[in-house]
């Protein structure tokens, strides 16, 4: 599918974690100990940018594509996460909330980069900027969940429940795909998704069986973000593309572990899934709900600005 | 530094204090008195269970207790450029940077909580304007630049106020500061990278980073507090090894160290009356606007209202998680306890 980048896989003196380790294959924390990532050295989104300016790191159109559509996934949730710093409910979530914002807008950074190298109309590679500064609203690729809003608390803590368990499973079978720079920022993202779904669990937790307050405010958060879930496991033609090559596996193909994991934590809490109708979606077409429009302007207004400026 | 001996004259637990006769507190806080003085002539270190007189307590309260309300209060004028930030890079860096300041506002609580006061209390005094927070973040941050004014002029100010507070006779602040200047010096950096990078970019980008430079020059003087003929406290904190150096000494040497700066950003300072004074040695400078600062100060600055509304509202609505937290927390130990009495 494509060559990866100089610091991936296939290069040498990263180390291995792995070595030694028994039966570890398999689980997303063993395969996220790959040669590529080791502690300090991991992959960055400068590497990626630097890899494809030079050549050596090409998606081909549908793998670019599919890293537009997970790289908007991130940064419109870090750019509706980054809200929460300084209107925490505890200084220890304003750094929590950051924390994941952060992550998140990492990830962002690195399938962005990756899919500017497949975008040039002019046969150049287009940097993580020109892509999130320069797009307009129907040539956004996220997922509706992403774009929901803040709401207090308990929705935001919904929204994050599920998209953390969504993208657990999605990063950890991306490990394994044919194409070595997906899997790369796969390895890196899934070990730091894993603490966002401890995170969420644990909040999910603390609400339902908190106060009676708390327990109807979680109840009410997880009807206002459950029609969103249906969109995040839908196949397209995309989907069927890349998996038959071997790139990602099938949104679909992701759902029983999603239902299995969440469920757990859902029986623990005393909710149940929501009766809720799933609403259509279209994100990943271009069709976005209301929000999106109001995200993007503010992320935006300077940026355009000043068009050709460096900061 | 004098070798530290800790808890060598222990505070004991007020409790204890009741059965004591008058005799015996007094004898104990002779002691107790006899062995800070010898740690303030040793310039060693006061730790949080070792006996202090009341005012040094209540003087480092205060100061520790407001200097994390800074950092809290501290986190909004930047906070308000995150969604905005022009770049995806700077966008990542500027997330981190408020992060961190929440971060040192969580230490620093920590570190006046070990004199007695919980953080829930100082909280609630910030919000109720029984307490201060530097003035500098009653100033607003009306554009990108600001960004980078802050980093290197306020964040180079709290460095140049800070460094010899890691020396300071109370451990905890002094530990506290250890980590908190390492990070402060990373901000600072950052902001002027900020800079350099807008005077270099396009006219417009320039006069947006020198705008920011002469908003921010004289309030970031004024944060060294007044000078030292109208600074009461001040010779009080040098005497407890807590101050090192007066306001005006810190103020001129940080003037110095801008003027070096600002050449490599192609910048100026906003004040003509800076000069090197060759028979003092010492950096000057032009006069500040103290009437200013004491209005900022009295409540009156442009954000006062704005950024305690903020706080305010963030603590208002985040009450019922904290309940739950707390609620939550409360059943799971009763659950424990109840496996355990059960086993």
Redesign the interface.
């Known amino acids: 599918m494509s060559t990866s980048p100089e610091t991936a896989a296939g290069t040498s003196g990263h180390g291995d974690l792995n070595v030694g380790v028994k039966g570890a294959s398999g689980s997303g924390e063993a395969t996220a100990s790959a040669t590529r990532i080791t502690p300090g050295n991991a992959l960055r989104p400068e590497d990626i940018a630097l890899a494809v300016s030079r050549g050596t790191a090409k998606p081909d159109e549908d793998v670019a594509e599919f890293a537009l559509r997970l790289g908007d996934d991130a940064l419109i949730l870090a750019q509706r996460l980054g809200h929460w710093i300084s209107r925490a409910p505890e200084l220890e979530e304003d750094i929590a909330l950051g924390n994941i914002a952060l992550d998140q807008l990492g990830h962002a950074r690195s399938f962005l980069s990756y899919a500017g190298g497949a975008l040039g109309e002019d046969g150049t590679a287009k940097s993580e900027d020109d892509l999130a500064y320069f797009r307009r609203e129907h040539e956004f690729r996220s997922a509706e969940i992403f774009e929901q809003p803040n709401g207090d608390f308990a929705v935001t803590i919904a929204r994050q429940f599920v998209v953390s368990y969504y993208q657990f499973e999605l990063y950890r079978r991306l490990t394994q795909s044919t194409d070595a720079t997906l899997a790369g920022i796969a390895a890196k993202a899934v070990k730091e998704v894993d603490y966002h779904r401890d995170h969420s669990a644990q909040w999910v937790l603390r609400l339902a069986l908190g106060t009676d307050e708390s327990r109807e405010k979680m109840i009410h958060a997880f009807k206002v973000i459950w029609p969103y879930v249906d969109e995040l496991f839908r196949d397209d033609e995309l989907t069927a593309r890349l998996s038959a090559s071997g790139a990602a596996a099938e949104p679909s193909s992701l759902r029983a572990d999603f239902d299995r994991l969440t469920g757990e934590v859902l029986a623990e809490a005393e909710l149940d899934v929501p009766k809720v109708q799933p609403a259509p979606g279209g994100g990943r077409k271009g069709l976005h709900s209301e929000h999106l429009g109001y995200i993007l302007a503010e992320m935006q207004v300077l940026a355009r600005e000043y068009p050709g400026a460096s900061w | 530094m004098a070798s530290q001996t800790l808890q060598s004259v222990p505070g004991e637990p007020t409790s204890a204090r009741h059965e004591q006769s008058p005799e015996d507190v007094a004898r104990r806080d002779a002691e107790g008195q006899a062995y800070f003085d010898k740690v303030m002539a040793d310039d060693s270190r006061i730790e949080p269970r070792d006996w202090m007189p009341p005012a040094y307590r209540k003087t480092l309260l205060r100061q520790i207790s407001q200097h994390a309300h800074s950092e809290?209060i501290g986190?909004?004028p930047e906070?308000n450029w995150?969604?905005?930030?022009?770049?995806?890079?700077?966008?990542?860096i500027l997330?981190?940077k408020?992060?961190d300041e929440?971060?040192h506002?969580?230490y620093l609580?920590s570190a006046a909580e070990t004199l007695g006061q919980p953080r829930d209390q100082m909280m609630q005094d910030l919000m109720d304007g029984k307490a201060k927070y530097s003035s500098i973040f009653n100033y607003p941050a009306r554009t990108?630049a600001d960004m980078g004014a802050i980093g290197w002029m306020v964040d180079g100010a709290a460095i140049a106020n800070q460094v010899p507070l890691c020396r300071a006779s109370f451990g905890p602040y002094g530990r506290a500061m250890v980590r908190v200047c390492k990070e402060e010096s990373f901000h600072q950096r950052q902001g002027f990278e900020?800079l350099l990078?807008?005077s270099h970019?396009?006219p417009?980008?320039k006069q947006m980073a020198q705008d920011a430079v002469n908003r921010w020059y004289a309030p970031a003087l004024m944060m060294f507090g007044p000078p030292d003929d109208d600074s009461p406290n001040s010779k009080q904190s040098m005497a407890w090894n807590i101050k090192r150096f007066s306001n005006d000494e810190l103020r001129n040497r940080f003037v110095g160290m801008m003027m070096e700066q600002v050449k490599v950003l192609e910048l100026t300072l906003p004040d003509k009356d800076i000069r090197f004074n060759e028979d003092t040695k010492k950096w000057e400078h032009g006069p500040l606007d103290w009437e200013e600062f004491h209005e900022v100060l009295a409540g009156r600055g442009p954000c006062n209202a704005q950024r305690l509304e903020?706080r305010r509202?963030?603590h208002h609505?985040?009450?019922?998680?904290?309940?739950?937290?707390?609620?939550?927390a409360a059943?799971q130990s009763r659950k424990q306890a109840e496996k355990e009495s059960a086993a």
């Open positions: 809290i986190m909004q906070a995150i969604s905005r930030a022009p770049s995806l890079k700077r966008k990542a997330m981190a408020v992060q929440a971060g506002g969580l609580y990108w900020i990078e807008l970019g396009t417009e980008q903020r509202e963030a609505n985040g009450a019922w998680v904290r309940e739950a937290a707390a609620a939550y059943k």
